[in-house]
Structures are given as C-alpha cells and as structure tokens.
C-alpha cells in the first residue's frame, strides 16, 4: 500500500527566505505526483504536476522536483512571501485516478 | 473558470439520520471523487467514479454510498449518520487519462451529535 510522508509537519520562515518542503512515497510505481496548497477552512488547489517521466516543473516561484527511483520530490518556493501562508500537500497517482496524499506541511511566513 | 462546486458548506446532524452530500462540476469531467480530511489523517479516499452510473469503493467506504446519475453530479451519501463521520468532506473532480489536474471543492464540514 502506498504511503506518502510529509516532513516537516510545520515550518516557520521570515519574509523572503527560499525554502524547500519534502515528500516522500514508499512505492515508485506512480503515474504523476502533483503538489496542492489549501489554506484554512478552504478545498485544495493544485500547484503543480509531474509527470512520471518528468523531472521537475516550475511555476512563477514554484519549482518542484521528483526523484521516483528513490521516492523523493520537494517543492522550492523562492522568496516567501505572507500571502504563500497555507497548508501544502503532495499526492501521488498510483493508477491514472486514484490519488494517496500526504498530511501536509503547515507553512507560516512571518513579517 | 473551473468549478467544482459543493452545495452544502456547514451541516450539522443527528445520528442516524440520512445525510446527503451534493457535487457538481462544469468542466465535463469523466472522473469524480469523495475524500473526507480529518487531522493527523490527511486526506483519505471514501468513492470515486469514473463514468456516469460506475463507482468505485476507495479506502473508506464503510458506512458510505454514492450515487453519479448525470455526469455533472456526485453525490455522497451517509446511509446512517454516526458521530465518527464528522469531518470535512471534500469532492473533486479529474479529466480522463494520464497528467490530469484534480480540482477539489470548498469542502462541506459536517458535524453529527
């Protein structure tokens, strides 16, 4: 059965700072691994996608990257803002449908 | 714009009545899904469905059902509702195939006492 770990579960930057949050699945036979942002009370939204095949993607201040033979992708944001406040979650796609998700990592960027 | 759209934000029930969750999306999607969210769980899967009248059991479905009859629509159903069902209920809804966004609703937080 696929699991999907987070770490860290929450994380507190200054305004401005890079930084990076991981995930990691036990089982490589993915389709896709795609990375959300939800923020308090609300849906997800998804942020980006990768593709099996694939080794990153980038959007605006986005990157994220995926290593599936070792079951690691991690997700960049450059310069934080407060605005990038929200919780992000990753999932992976182990048939075309069907989506295991991460908990989460709780992301505060303070002023 | 794309929208999946739960009609239901705050719902509050008794147990053991019958509770039903509606969702509708507008961008012709052949796959839909049920998820519940509750801390420290994530994410957890109760039904998808990927053809009108077709469903599928996900990792929770005890003491769920659906229903698809229009392609548009899928809906959750609490047969019985029981306190261990309060959560956050969210419905989302893909594109056939490979490399498909999911788009998810605002979620629907039911509380049963």
């Known amino acids: 059965k696929q699991e999907v770990t987070q770490i860290p579960a929450a994380l507190s930057v200054p305004e401005g700072e890079n930084l990076v949050l991981n995930c990691s699945f036990t089982?490589?036979?993915?389709?896709?691994l795609q990375w959300f942002r939800q923020d308090p009370g609300k849906g997800l939204t998804s942020l980006l996608l990768?593709?099996?095949?694939?080794r990153e993607q980038t959007s605006g201040r986005l990157n994220a990257s995926l290593d599936k033979s070792s079951g690691r992708s991690t997700l960049y944001i450059a310069a934080s803002q407060p605005g990038d406040s929200a919780t992000y979650l990753c999932?992976?796609?182990?048939?075309?449908?069907?989506?295991?998700f991460g908990t989460g990592t709780r992301l505060q960027v303070t002023l | 714009d794309v929208k999946v759209t739960q009609s239901s934000r705050y719902l509050v029930k008794r147990t053991g009545e019958k509770v039903f969750l509606e969702c509708v999306q507008d961008?012709?999607?052949?796959?839909m899904f049920w998820y519940r969210q509750d801390p420290g769980l994530g994410l957890r899967l109760i039904y998808f469905?990927?053809?009108?009248?077709?469903?599928e059991k996900g990792d929770i479905p005890e003491g769920y059902s659906v229903s698809r009859e229009k392609k548009e629509r899928f809906s959750l159903i609490l047969e019985s509702a029981s306190t261990n069902q309060t959560s956050m209920y969210l419905c989302?809804?893909?594109?056939?195939?490979?490399?498909?966004?999911?788009?998810f609703g605002e979620g629907s937080w039911l509380t049963v006492v």
């Open positions: 989302a809804s893909s594109g056939q195939g490979l490399g498909n966004t999911i788009y």
């Open positions: 089982d490589s036979a993915i389709y896709n």
């Open positions: 990768i593709q099996s095949s694939q």
């Open positions: 999932a992976v796609a182990g048939t075309a449908s069907k989506l295991t």
């Open positions: 961008m012709d999607h052949e796959n």
């Open positions: 469905s990927y053809d009108v009248k077709m469903k």
